[in-house]
């Protein structure tokens, strides 16, 4: 599965001029889970948990730049700009949020990216120095899409009927099946089998579409079925 890296920097830069400060910030992303799933197109909330851990303040005059690459490529937001700004102060041993809605466009759809934030305090008239660099940077990966993280073998040939359905699906195909995975369209799995491949029993499927995902020994094939009772 091809990787996307999505990268986040934000920056702390400093507009006072009381010379040399220390401002150890530490950065966690709260939200998405590490290991979760995105859906495209639909809105979403990061939320990066920022700690100060030095024994300067982060004035209220100082600014967090918040940008952002994918691929090494810079993100455009609104306004033809590459980078966001918050201002917000953060005392010694205190924290701050910073959240943002974001949104995953239909080009990473079942892909896996991982997604990284970094703090790196800077100002060349006001320099801030950050002891603890290694605690900067924190990542989580993600899974972009419907079906985030299957990867399907457009090659197996599987066949699934009847299409629609009522009671039983039959799954017919030309090399051994290990399993079949039902979910709805929001991803959520409803059912899984290891056997009887030749009448899987959805009778305690509501009515709706379904996507069977179908495993053997060359991969994965996806099938969409509708269950009509």
Known sequence: MKKHL?????SAISACAFGQRESDLKVSITSPTNGGSVETMEIFSLNVFLTNLGSA?????????????IEGEPVTFPGDANYL?????IGAGAT???????????????????LCVQVIPMNGDDPIIDPE????????????????????NDAIAVQVYPNPASQSVTIDSKEPIHSVSVRDALGKEWAVFLSGFEALDCSSLQSGTYFFIVTTASGRKIERVVINR
């Open 6 to 10: 999505l990268f986040v920097c934000l």
């Open 57 to 69: 303040h982060v004035q209220l005059e100082d600014t967090l730049r918040y940008s952002m690459t």
């Open 85 to 89: 700004y918050y201002q917000q102060s």
């Open 96 to 114: 701050y949020t910073i959240s943002r809605n974001m949104v995953f466009d239909s080009s990473l759809d079942g892909q896996t990216i991982e």
């Open 133 to 152: 660099m290694g605690d900067n940077t924190s990542c989580i990966t993600l899974n972009i899409g419907e079906f985030a993280g299957v990867e399907e």
